[in-house]
């Protein structure tokens, strides 16, 4: 509990004018605007929330798989299933 409480005391709201600097650094970059999509939105909100324009990535990864029931598949209901 004690690290719990150590971690969320260290969260901090995002920087927005760093958010803008990285946002025109990507928007400078040699590609049309806005055409990394969503990709755009998490880099420079990552940067916000590290406080420096260019953000840092831990050498470690990992990729979180989630699932869930919906509840509407017991009414035939299927994203896969055609009729």
């Known amino acids: 509990m004690e690290l719990l409480q ?3 005391s260290k969260i901090q709201e995002p920087n927005r004018n760093v958010e ?3 946002q025109r650094r990507l ?3 040699t590609k049309p605007l806005g055409s990394l999509g ?3 939105e998490i880099a420079s909100r990552l940067a916000g929330i590290q406080g420096q324009a ?3 990535l831990p050498k470690e990864k990992a990729i979180i ?3 869930g029931d919906h509840g509407v598949t ?3 209901v299927s ?3 055609r009729r």
């Open 65 to 67: 798989v989630l699932a």
């Open 38 to 40: 969503v990709l755009e």
């Open 79 to 81: 994203a896969s299933h």
């Open 27 to 29: 928007d400078n970059l």
């Open 6 to 8: 150590e971690t969320l």
């Open 20 to 22: 803008e600097l990285a």
């Open 74 to 76: 017991n009414e035939g």
């Open 54 to 56: 260019l953000p840092k």
